[in-house]
């Protein structure tokens, strides 16, 4: 069984310390956050947790999985930490416990089409998004929306609208942002952002000691010279911090 060598359940900081390792989960399809370079796991948030992991004085072991199944390992001890981009909303904020943000960003309207701009532009429209996502409540709520086609990876509903079966892909603007500097010949551009969004890392509901210590550890990787501003100008040429 995949989880079945290591032992992790419901740990709080002080197990963890005593371990020396915490256990992290992420998804690794998620360029340029968490995405596999050949066999390596990189990204962004991958580094931030690394450097975060570092000031913590603990080591990190990796678990990757399907993007949908990442908080609900939490609720099930199978890992102590997700870090996968997750926006803070309520409805999760019910089942897990964030903690400070990472970075902020938002939903971005990504299409062949320049004249699909807003939400009110959807009506009508068919759009692609990743399964479990924030991007899949906002395009559900989107007034006289068409269909809602979503796909366990991101990447295949960028595919979809690519390939034209659906009008219009919604995802981070990040996210766009990469596509479309490693991939000149797309035909697709970002016409509009639909919301923003605190992006955080997530632990088991109430874990508030291991919450603390990641967000100690957090707050002095992103204070001046600490790592976060240098990290986030070699992936994204700007600081990408909430502001
Ligand atoms: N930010 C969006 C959300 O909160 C998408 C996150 C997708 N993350 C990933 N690793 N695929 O749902």
């Given amino acids: 069984m ?5 032992a992790a359940s419901a740990r709080n900081i002080d197990a963890i310390k005593k371990a020396g390792t915490i256990i ?3 998804e690794g399809q998620y360029a340029p956050f968490n995405f596999f370079e050949g066999s390596k796991l990189s990204g962004f948030e991958v580094d931030v947790m690394e ?4 000031k913590m004085g603990v080591k990190i072991e990796w678990k990757t999985l399907g993007f949908d199944a990442l908080l609900t390992g939490l609720g099930q001890d199978r890992w102590d930490l997700v870090i996968a981009s997750h926006g803070i909303t309520e409805e999760r904020a019910k089942a897990v416990t964030f903690t400070d943000p990472h970075y902020c960003s938002g939903g971005a309207i990504v299409t062949k089409n320049a004249a699909l701009r807003t939400a009110k532009d959807l009506a009508g429209k068919t759009i692609a998004v990743q ?7 906002a395009a559900q709520k989107i007034p006289g929306v068409k269909e809602v086609k979503n796909f366990p990876k991101d990447p295949d509903a960028q595919a979809a609208v690519m390939s034209d079966r659906a009008d219009a892909w919604v995802t981070d603007k990040f996210v766009v942002m990469d596509v479309l500097k490693n991939n000149k010949n797309t035909g697709l551009r970002a016409t509009g952002m639909l919301f923003v969004e605190k992006i955080a890392a997530a632990v088991s509901k109430g874990n508030d000691g291991l ?5 100690k550890a957090l707050g002095e990787f992103m204070a001046k010279g ?3 501003e240098a990290l986030s100008m070699k992936y994204f040429g700007e600081d990408v911090r909430c502001k």
């Fill in 51 to 54: 450097g975060v992991a570092k």
């Fill in 24 to 26: 992290v989960a992420t």
């Fill in 211 to 215: 919450a603390g210590a990641y967000n």
């Fill in 226 to 228: 600490g790592g976060y």
């Fill in 131 to 137: 399964t479990g996502s924030s991007y899949l409540d």
């Fill in 2 to 6: 995949m989880f079945g060598a290591t």
